[in-house]
């Protein structure tokens, strides 16, 4: 009994079940940079995006297209330009890169095809957090209502020069600052032919063992301007049981009812958190699932991999401007040009991306080796991590099973070890590093330890 009493002397943790959430406070630098994004900035890129004609993964690339300025080889070269004149502004702080390669001939690819990817890297201050990646895309590819049509106008302002925008005034205006881990802002092509961008680019991220902790993925979110629309809110898609588990994590999942607890899952919530921490124009709204309906999105790419990543989409999509080709047909205006996307909700949107990258490029490391001790029949819990790089405390989290968001949390200091007086079978917990300013890390939910 005295090597039990040991083992509880660690802490233990004087826990009420009616513990209120954090409210966490913003921090000023941060505030401030978001106030940086300019709506009018973002009009200008949609505007210039669109004027490429087509931005089609099928549409030329050769050099006279790019000096007329048509097609997706001139939309490219553009986004990778204005990536280089941000880095400009920064004395170089961004390193601007593309990922390409051929793809085909593959379905809905007819013939071999050059797919560009065109990145940015802020990488961050501290050399140990520099490791750990937060991205955000945007695909700057687009269609009419022919996969093969490469003749008449795709402007795709919506979908997706919206996302593409989100990218740039991420990294114009990020690249002002100093984080301690590293931001990626990326947008890629060959969206709509069946994410085959976004599928190479995570792939070698896994391949090269990338540290890749949140992927944002921004696809129309333009605010369409139609009937139905809600401007106040954005949905955000997150895969519940994860596509990448094996059989044995499956089983897990199963026994321990963690079918909403993914890593994206826990990217979800805390981009709720974080809108409500920057009060946030625009406030997330968490949808339970991968995708809408028949529709796929380049944060399945790497879900696949297994990242973590979600999907923002505005509140209501008006499917007479997604892919479809500029005509009038029965009164009906069809085609996705600029005079239906607001601005100002688009701007809020990259609000939104940009407080969700810098809390998370300035958080410590998430804790790992996350234990729940189940060695005995108890109605205690005992939680156990290792320290986290960048840390100065930790906090424990927890919400009732049937809970969608964290209903409770703890700081509980310093240590790597706790005991809270709270049924581990009555909720679910997860553990969070915390800085020396209060920046979070995404919580770790513990697997069981006999
Ligand atoms: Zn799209």
Request: with cysteine; net charge negative; aromatic share 6%.
């Amino acid at each position: 009994m005295l090597g039990a009493a040991l083992v509880m002397a660690w802490i233990l943790a004087p826990i009420s079940q009616g513990q209120e959430p954090a409210k966490y406070s913003a921090h000023p630098n941060i505030a401030t940079a978001l106030k940086e994004i300019s709506a009018e900035k973002i009009r200008a890129n949609i505007e210039q995006l669109v004027k490429f004609g087509t931005r089609s993964t099928l549409s030329a690339q050769d050099p006279a297209s790019i000096a007329a300025g048509r097609g997706i080889g001139a939309a490219r070269e553009w986004i990778k330009a204005e990536f280089e004149r941000y880095s400009k502004d920064c004395g170089g702080c961004l390193d601007v890169k593309v990922d390409s390669f051929t793809e085909g001939p593959v379905n809905r690819i007819p013939k071999p095809t050059q797919i560009t990817n065109v990145y940015a890297v802020l990488k961050g201050s501290d050399p140990e957090a520099a490791k750990r990646i937060v991205l955000v895309t945007g695909h700057y590819d687009s269609r009419n209502s022919e996969n093969d049509n490469i003749k008449d106008d795709a402007p795709g302002a919506n979908d997706d020069a919206s996302g593409t925008a989100v990218s740039l005034e991420c990294a114009r205006v990020l690249s002002k600052l100093k984080f301690p881990g590293t931001i990626i802002f990326l947008t890629v092509a060959g969206e709509e032919q069946g994410l085959n961008g976004s599928k190479h680019f995570a792939q070698m991220a896994k391949q090269q063992s990338w540290d890749i902790e949140a992927v944002l993925n921004n696809d129309i979110v333009g605010g369409n301007k139609g009937p139905g629309q809600d401007p106040s809110v954005v949905r955000v898609f997150s895969e519940g049981v994860p596509v990448s588990a094996d059989e044995k994590q499956l089983r897990q999942i199963r026994n321990l009812g963690g079918e909403s607890d993914s890593s994206s899952r826990e990217l979800a919530r805390y981009i709720a958190e974080t809108g409500a921490t920057y009060d946030t124009v625009v406030k997330p709204l968490l949808i339970f699932r991968l995708d809408r309906y028949l529709r796929g999105g380049d944060h399945d790419s790497f879900n696949q991999q297994g990242f973590a990543a979600v999907r923002f989409s505005e509140y209501r999509e008006d499917f007479t401007r997604q892919h479809q080709t500029i005509r009038s047909e029965n009164g009906i205006e069809y085609g996705d040009v600029p005079k239906h996307v607001d601005f100002d909700y688009v701007a809020n949107m990259a609000r939104l991306n940009a407080a969700t990258l810098a809390s998370l490029a300035s958080a410590p490391a998430p804790p790992v080796n996350v234990k729940l001790v189940t060695a005995n029949l108890e109605n205690d819990s005992t939680l156990k991590w290792e320290p986290s790089h960048g840390a100065i405390s930790y906090e424990v989290v927890w919400r009732a099973t049937s809970a969608p968001e964290w209903e409770h949390s703890q700081n509980v200091g310093n240590i790597t070890k706790t005991t809270l007086q709270i049924s581990k079978d009555n909720v679910i917990f997860a553990v969070r590093a915390v800085d020396n300013d209060g920046h979070r890390s995404l919580p770790a939910v513990p697997l069981p330890e006999r």
